[in-house]
């Protein structure tokens, strides 16, 4: 099995978790490499359910040796809650390791992300409010506190009063708000510091080494491409790369040794928060996508936007994470639908185009041109190999599969582990 990088094709939430997992089975490490606990996985075991916000989906196999690497923002509360709801469920968490260069999110920067948000009124980005933006703003600013230094108590409060005089004065003078307190600070991470620091390490040595003997990997991305800070419908977009690249630039592994790509979208297409939506349904049919898919935020519970499948966008993707196999999610939730439709190109300013614009102004004239194809009604739910779905099924998936232009590698069919039709490629 070689370095394999799992990765969102759409806004997020296209249920990477499931498929995380299903390759954790026969993987060595599998390596969270970007965002926070903006971002969440599901995952469904027989009738368990599990929800994961910044530990590795991997973490389910007793094999695996689950990473949380520097690329990954830390709110120590979130991740030690995690780690213990876990471990009360009889999950082994002895192999989770965690980066000592990776990024702690601060009080300062949950309130600072409200208090930004608040200031933006209509214009408002729609962040979960976690604090996520202005800790990766501080990693860039050079401000941040990282887990190296969580884990030293004298040194953490050292920077905790260096760092928030500054915050502070922003907080107060720039808002309006209440200052916050360095001893309350430093008493409740400390607890944390001590929680983590039998699990923190130098994850980039780690992830070499494992590399170097010849470890299966799995890198496991959070958000979807379109969310890229550099590639995504900026400035609706999340802090970090969600992109393959991403893993790279977020484990210190070099980028030679990553030699497959698994992009991941939903046979529709949802999106959480503000920003432009090409195919996004507001009406009865959108709402019938919602339910049916469950299409709540894993982390914050909010109702997500739900629309067509954009061949556009998701060939624009494919393209910029060098897929070499894609894996298309929820192909049950269609069923019954009397037609299902896919945006193939855009009309802006008069003028046909396949290529996904990056100037988001320019995508908001964007009008989708679909291509329509009649539904099915039978349940796919319990189909477990291509022959077992319904003739207009098979082609909607091979259309897709066409307009991208990257072969399906697997269907997902249910939530359920076994709910999942591989495809050979």
């Known amino acids: 099995m070689p370095a394999t990088v799992v990765v969102g094709l759409q806004w997020g939430d296209e249920a990477k978790g499931k498929i995380v997992d299903f390759l954790s089975e026969n993987a060595d490490v599998v390596v969270r490499y970007?965002?926070?606990?903006?971002?969440?996985?599901?995952?469904?075991?027989?009738?368990?359910?599990?929800?994961?916000?910044?530990?590795?989906?991997?973490?389910?196999?007793?094999?695996?040796?689950?990473?949380?690497?520097?690329?990954?923002?830390?709110?120590?509360?979130?991740?030690?809650?995690?780690?213990?709801?876990?471990?009360?469920?009889?999950?082994?968490?002895?192999?989770?390791?965690?980066?000592n260069a990776a990024h702690i999110i601060m009080p300062w920067h949950k309130l600072l992300d409200q208090l930004e948000e608040q200031h933006r009124g209509s214009q408002k980005i729609g962040t979960t409010g976690r604090g996520i933006g202005p800790c990766y703003q501080d990693k860039y600013g050079r401000w941040g506190l990282r887990v190296c230094d969580l884990v030293d108590e004298e040194r953490f409060a050292a920077r905790v009063r260096e760092v928030l005089g500054y915050k502070n004065s922003l907080i107060t003078k720039v808002f309006g708000g209440q200052p916050l307190d360095a001893d309350a600070i430093c008493r409740e991470y400390g607890e944390f510091g001590r929680q983590i620091a039998p699990l923190a390490c130098d994850t980039s040595h780690l992830i070499a080494s494992?590399?170097?003997?010849?470890?299966?990997?799995?890198?496991?991305?959070?958000?979807?491409?379109?969310?890229?800070?550099?590639?995504?419908?900026?400035?609706?977009?999340?802090?970090?790369?969600?992109?393959?690249?991403?893993?790279?630039?977020?484990?210190?592994?070099?980028?030679?040794?990553?030699?497959?790509?698994?992009?991941?979208?939903?046979?529709?297409?949802?999106?959480?928060?503000?920003?432009?939506?090409?195919?996004?349904?507001?009406?009865?049919?959108?709402?019938?996508?919602?339910?049916?898919?469950?299409?709540?935020?894993?982390?914050?519970?909010?109702?997500?936007?739900?629309?067509?499948?954009?061949?556009?966008?998701?060939?624009?993707?494919?393209?910029?994470?060098?897929?070499?196999?894609?894996?298309?999610?929820?192909?049950?939730?269609l069923t019954g639908m009397p037609t299902v439709r896919v945006a193939t190109?855009?009309?802006?300013?008069?003028?046909?185009?396949?290529?996904?614009?990056?100037?988001?102004?320019?995508?908001?004239?964007?009008?989708?041109?679909?291509?329509?194809?009649?539904?099915?009604?039978?349940?796919?739910?319990?189909?477990?190999?291509?022959?077992?779905?319904?003739?207009t099924a098979r082609a909607y998936i091979d259309r897709l599969s066409t307009l991208v232009?990257?072969?399906?590698?697997?269907?997902?069919?249910?939530?359920?582990?076994?709910q999942t039709i591989m495809v050979d490629v």
Not at 405 to 418: F, L, N, Q
């Open 34 to 99: 970007n965002g926070g606990n903006n971002a969440g996985h599901t995952v469904v075991v027989g009738d368990e359910v599990y929800k994961f916000h910044t530990v590795p989906a991997g973490i389910l196999h007793d094999s695996v040796t689950a990473v949380i690497s520097d690329g990954v923002v830390i709110d120590p509360a979130v991740l030690c809650g995690e780690v213990s709801a876990l471990a009360a469920r009889g999950i082994n968490t002895s192999k989770l390791r965690i980066s």
């Open 210 to 333: 494992e590399e170097a003997k010849g470890s299966r990997i799995v890198f496991e991305g959070a958000h979807g491409s379109l969310l890229d800070i550099d590639h995504g419908t900026y400035p609706y977009v999340t802090s970090s790369h969600p992109i393959s690249g991403g893993a790279a630039i977020g484990t210190g592994l070099g980028p030679r040794a990553i030699d497959d790509v698994i992009g991941i979208a939903k046979v529709y297409t949802t999106r959480v928060g503000s920003g432009v939506f090409m195919t996004e349904l507001e009406g009865e049919e959108g709402e019938v996508i919602r339910q049916k898919g469950a299409e709540f935020g894993t982390t914050t519970g909010r109702p997500r936007r739900c629309g067509w499948f954009d061949a556009v966008a998701v060939r624009f993707t494919c393209k910029i994470n060098s897929c070499s196999r894609l894996a298309l999610i929820k192909l049950d939730v």
């Open 345 to 391: 190109a855009y009309d802006i300013n008069g003028e046909r185009t396949t290529e996904f614009p990056q100037d988001t102004l320019v995508l908001e004239k964007a009008e989708p041109v679909f291509e329509e194809f009649p539904g099915w009604d039978q349940q796919v739910s319990e189909a477990r190999k291509l022959s077992d779905l319904p003739a």
């Open 405 to 418: 232009d990257v072969p399906v590698w697997a269907i997902s069919v249910g939530e359920r582990r076994d």
